[in-house]
């Protein structure tokens, strides 16, 4: 079965920087697009950043653009997001999901538990 295991997350001060992973399993994973999504105390999903199944071909949403790096290891089927010049606009627990293609543009079908990423000083 598809399994999506995050890690990275925790507590980061402000303008600080973190890498997140996430350890896919259970399907082809270069096959698919990824994405990165987050949650906000409070709030409702947000999209982050998705990259197509082949390295290269990334979007990100303009409230994070500049300050986030989506990236894929399909060797290690590991999806990576970097972000820095963190804020605490940025606390939220962060989603690594699978896309239903091999682009972004269709929606995605199973998520992660989530790693919760806090900015504060």
């Known amino acids: 079965q598809v399994q999506l295991v995050e890690s990275g997350g925790g507590l980061v001060q402000p303008g600080g920087s973190l890498r997140l992973s996430c350890a896919a399993s259970?399907?082809?994973?270069?096959?698919?697009?990824m994405s990165w999504v987050r949650q906000a105390p409070g709030k409702g999903l947000e999209w982050v950043s998705g990259i197509n199944n082949l390295v290269g071909s990334t979007s990100s949403a303009d409230s994070v653009k500049g300050q986030i790096t989506i990236s894929r290891d399909n060797a290690k089927n590991t999806l990576y997001l970097q972000m820095k010049s963190l804020t605490a606009e940025d606390t939220a627990v962060y989603y690594c999901?699978?896309?239903?293609?091999?682009?972004?543009?269709?929606?995605?079908?199973?998520w992660g538990k989530g790693t919760l990423v806090t900015v504060s000083s």
């Open positions: 259970g399907f082809t994973f270069s096959t698919y697009a």
């Open positions: 999901a699978k896309d239903r293609a091999w682009t972004s543009s269709y929606g995605m079908d199973y």
